[in-house]
């Protein structure tokens, strides 16, 4: 005879389904949530503040979301994204919104290209976009792509080069990808700045910095203005790299 199935605590299921999804990115949103689960908002926005109260996620803000703790790394699950450094970026980048009034944003490496991870466009009254959570941005065609390949180290930069030159569909165009990189990374760190202009999302354009922890390149942190606006650029470049000096200097290197 075959023994009964053990019985299932649906809830214990769905708050580890909620830190899998969670864990895969630092910030994760209630609507994101419900529409990877399945599950009403209500439902995971209680399910969130119990893990909150139990310390394994906390709340960033009414409108930034949510991530986990460290105290996740004690099931095993690490703490992925811009460790430790991450909670000192966040609050730059809502000090930086909060002195310039235009939007921030934190990204990090997914393989190929740079993704938002955070972003204070809730906050910001001068956002041209509703939301900017996990944009994907190429290397060679935005500021936080450009600003991170230009500022990796060379054997890092070599590998996504090549990343980037198995799209290619001929030796020709492999070529010229490589040497399109080559002249980005001295435009950048000749400025010292990852720079959006032209053609893409031309009603805006974007500086970012490289984020370190150390000696060790965790992601980028940006600003984004509109491009037809009198905006002081020189001053909008000293208030992004004094933030991004604060944060590092609030950072313990590894041992």
């Given at each position: 005879?075959?023994?009964?199935?053990?019985?299932?605590?649906?809830?214990?299921?769905?708050?580890?389904?909620?830190?899998?999804?969670?864990?895969?990115?630092?910030?994760?949103?209630?609507?994101?949530?419900?529409?990877?689960?399945?599950?009403?908002?209500?439902?995971?926005?209680?399910?969130?503040?119990?893990?909150?109260?139990?310390?394994?996620v906390?709340?960033?803000?009414?409108?930034a979301?949510?991530?986990v703790?460290?105290?996740?790394?004690?099931?095993?699950?690490?703490?992925?994204?811009?460790?430790?450094?991450?909670?000192?970026?966040?609050?730059?980048?809502?000090?930086?919104?909060?002195?310039?009034?235009?939007?921030a944003?934190?990204?990090?490496?997914?393989?190929?290209?740079?993704?938002?991870?955070?972003?204070?466009?809730?906050?910001?009254?001068?956002?041209?976009?509703?939301?900017?959570?996990?944009?994907?941005?190429?290397?060679?065609?935005?500021?936080?792509?450009?600003?991170?390949?230009?500022?990796?180290?060379?054997?890092?930069?070599?590998?996504?080069?090549?990343?980037?030159?198995?799209?290619?569909?001929?030796?020709?165009?492999?070529?010229?990808?490589?040497?399109?990189?080559?002249?980005?990374?001295?435009?950048?760190?000749?400025?010292?700045?990852?720079?959006?202009?032209?053609?893409?999302?031309?009603?805006t354009?974007?500086?970012?910095?490289?984020?370190?922890?150390?000696?060790?390149?965790?992601?980028?942190?940006?600003?984004?203005?509109?491009?037809?606006?009198?905006?002081?650029?020189?001053?909008?470049?000293?208030?992004?790299?004094?933030?991004?000096?604060?944060?590092?200097?609030?950072?313990?290197?590894?041992?």
């Amino acid at each position: 005879m075959t023994a009964p199935a053990a019985k299932t605590v649906r809830a214990v299921e769905r708050s580890l389904q909620i830190l899998e999804l969670m864990n895969r990115a630092p910030v994760a949103r209630v609507q994101y949530l419900a529409e990877q689960t399945g599950l009403p908002a209500p439902t995971v926005v209680r399910l969130l503040e119990t893990l909150v109260a139990a310390g394994y996620v906390q709340k960033l803000g009414r409108q930034a979301g949510y991530c986990v703790t460290q105290r996740v790394a004690a099931l095993g699950a690490g703490h992925h994204g811009l460790p430790q450094v991450f909670d000192l970026a966040r609050k730059a980048a809502e000090d930086l919104t909060r002195r310039t009034l235009w939007p921030a944003a934190l990204a990090t490496l997914d393989v190929d290209a740079l993704v938002i991870r955070f972003s204070t466009i809730p906050m910001s009254p001068l956002s041209y976009y509703q939301s900017t959570i996990n944009r994907r941005m190429t290397l060679l065609d935005y500021a936080h792509g450009r600003a991170y390949l230009a500022f990796c180290p060379m054997v890092e930069r070599q590998h996504l080069v090549a990343l980037m030159q198995q799209s290619a569909e001929s030796e020709v165009e492999a070529t010229a990808i490589a040497k399109r990189a080559e002249s980005v990374v001295s435009l950048t760190r000749a400025s010292g700045f990852g720079e959006r202009t032209g053609n893409i999302q031309p009603e805006t354009h974007s500086l970012a910095l490289p984020l370190r922890m150390g000696a060790k390149l965790v992601g980028t942190l940006g600003l984004t203005y509109f491009s037809r606006a009198h905006v002081d650029v020189a001053a909008l470049k000293h208030e992004l790299r004094t933030a991004v000096a604060s944060c590092e200097a609030g950072v313990q290197p590894p041992g």
